[in-house]
């Protein structure tokens, strides 16, 4: 339900953050300005009370996630990736929410793998360890196959964990609400429709049948990489709350002395790390969009081993030929083809002037090259580029969220292997590969051939499709009923009284 009721849970959100100390953590770290510090303060300190306490031993903005629940735990693992933003501290602390969080008992994990699975623990598994692992939905276990002695790692879901995470969606909702009626221009970036594509990644998340498919997907687009490994799935064991894979060894991506002992070059594995994200995106279209360092490991052999499949993105070819162009023009300082391809997808409204865009995406470009990548700002760079794109009239493509959010998740991951780690210069030749193969005559071609066997298959059906739409055509636009809309307006006008305090802190987090 995404009625005033989120009221409540958006009060405990900015009351939970000034209990446990974040509210102040996070805005220092965020170097939030002065007015939006003693409004987040000035609002949420009267209920601080209300809070939740968490656990005391963490850090402050740990111990506030973690009590908040999974939703927020997911934002604070995109955060624990971005030391340019945070800071080396508040992301080392953050980093317990990959993959340290509290697990769920043995015997309950046991129970909910024979209910999934229809038989005994003892009768499929001779082992069955203590969680290795535990995250915001599920925890791992180490097993090893009754029958083959095999070892394997055991995915379970953590139980009611779909019922808490549906609150804090509609709490999101709310709050998207909220700050579209405080600030009009915010809904350009259409932050309901941003909350709408969470919540359909989280569900697909909360699905392991969905996670099984993706990764066995996954392993057929990447089985020819160099250096990078996957698990296998064992589809005989695995369900809608239960996935069973091989057992990965290796060393945590997160683990800088760890990697270091085993002698790996950590610049080398950044690199790696960016060029296999590129390369993912662009030439399959499909790739792990949860790529921080919980969930990568590097083998003895040195190669990258990736695992937990839950969140996944997709591009179709044209947008995938789009944002190639525009990395493309980015990295060779053509800054009027990347205006152009902006125009030409209809990113940028085209009664805008493609000259002037030209000219501010140039201030955005340009200060990155022949700098330092130690001294490069992303938090400023991203800032400008909000104010670009709001001068322009540019909307959220939802499209791209989890592109975009995979982008700055795997930087901040080769950032933290090794600083000097800069995104152009790796994806350069990716980039340009992709064009070479993706744009020209041959690639003209293939189009065409496509085009060809699609007028094939529906030849049959192209009168009668074209008759149809001529007949609807004819008849004219169906009367649309409005509504009042005065209950909307009311529960809104009442979420800005009681709720501001939840959603100036939950718009901090976000």
């Known amino acids: 339900m995404r009625g005033p009721h989120n009221i409540w849970r958006l009060i405990r959100t900015g009351a939970t953050m000034e209990r446990t100390g974040a509210m102040g953590v996070v805005l220092d770290a965020m170097d939030a300005p002065r007015p939006v510090r003693i409004l987040a303060r000035t609002l949420a300190w009267p209920f601080a009370w209300l809070g939740y306490k968490g656990d005391p031993d963490m850090p402050p903005a740990t111990r506030a996630l973690t009590a908040l629940g999974?939703?927020?735990?997911?934002?604070?693992?995109?955060?624990?990736?971005?030391?340019?933003v945070v800071g080396d501290d508040m992301a080392q602390q953050l980093r317990v929410l990959q993959d340290k969080l509290p697990p769920f008992s043995i015997e309950t994990a046991k129970k909910e793998v024979a209910a999934e699975l229809g038989s005994p623990v003892d009768e499929m598994f001779s082992e069955f360890s203590e969680p290795v692992a535990a995250a915001s939905?599920?925890?791992?276990h180490k097993a090893r196959l009754k029958d083959t002695g095999e070892d394997v790692a055991v995915k379970v879901l953590r139980p009611g964990i779909e019922r808490a995470f549906q609150r804090d969606i509609d709490a999101f909702y709310f709050a998207a609400d909220v700050i579209e009626f405080l600030s009009p221009a915010s809904r350009r970036l259409r932050?309901?429709?941003?909350?709408?594509?969470?919540?359909?990644?989280?569900?697909?998340?909360?699905?392991?049948?969905?996670?099984?498919?993706?990764?066995s997907e996954f392993q057929a687009n990447t089985s020819g990489d160099e250096g990078f490994q996957l698990p296998q799935i064992k589809w005989d064991l695995s369900g809608r709350r239960v996935m069973t894979m091989t057992w990965a060894e290796g060393v945590p991506l997160g683990d800088n002395d760890a990697i270091d002992a085993a002698g790996h070059d950590r610049r080398a594995l950044g690199e790696r790390v960016l060029g296999l994200f590129l390369n993912h995106a662009l030439r399959d279209g499909f790739f792990h969009a949860d790529m921080h360092q919980g969930n990568l490991k590097?083998?003895?052999?040195?190669?990258?081993?990736?695992?937990?499949?839950?969140?996944?993105g997709h591009i179709d070819e044209y947008t995938r030929r789009v944002y190639a162009e525009i990395l493309f023009g980015f990295i060779q300082?053509?800054?009027?083809?990347?205006?152009?391809?902006?125009?030409e997808a209809g990113y940028v409204p085209a009664d805008q002037d493609v000259d002037e865009f030209a000219r501010a995406l140039r201030a955005v470009g340009e200060p990155i090259f022949g700098m330092d990548a130690t001294h490069i700002s992303m938090g400023r760079l991203l800032n400008y580029l909000f104010e670009v794109t709001e001068r322009f009239g540019m909307e959220t493509r939802t499209e791209l969220i989890l592109l975009q959010r995979t982008m700055v998740v795997v930087e901040g991951v080769a950032r933290s292997l090794h600083p000097q780690v800069n995104i152009w210069e790796v994806a350069k030749p990716v980039v340009q590969s992709?064009?070479?193969?993706?744009?020209?005559?041959r690639a003209v071609a293939r189009d065409l051939a496509k085009t060809a066997r699609v007028l094939a298959r529906f030849g049959p059906r192209l009168p009668g499709l074209v008759e149809s739409v001529l007949i609807r055509q004819a008849a004219g636009p169906k009367p649309i009923k409005k509504s009042s809309g005065k209950a909307p307006v009311l529960w809104t006008a009442l979420g800005i009284v009681v709720g501001a305090g939840g959603a100036a802190a939950l718009h901090i987090l976000l």
């Open 434 to 441: 992709y064009i070479t193969q993706s744009i020209g005559p």
């Open 298 to 312: 590097v083998a003895a052999n040195g190669d990258i081993i990736a695992y937990d499949f839950g969140i996944m």
């Open 333 to 343: 300082r053509d800054y009027m083809r990347v205006a152009e391809v902006h125009f």
């Open 70 to 84: 999974p939703a927020y735990i997911k934002f604070g693992q995109v955060l624990s990736t971005r030391p340019d």
């Open 137 to 140: 939905i599920a925890q791992v």
């Open 191 to 215: 932050p309901r429709d941003v909350i709408s594509h969470f919540e359909g990644v989280v569900q697909g998340e909360l699905d392991l049948r969905l996670e099984s498919a993706s990764a």
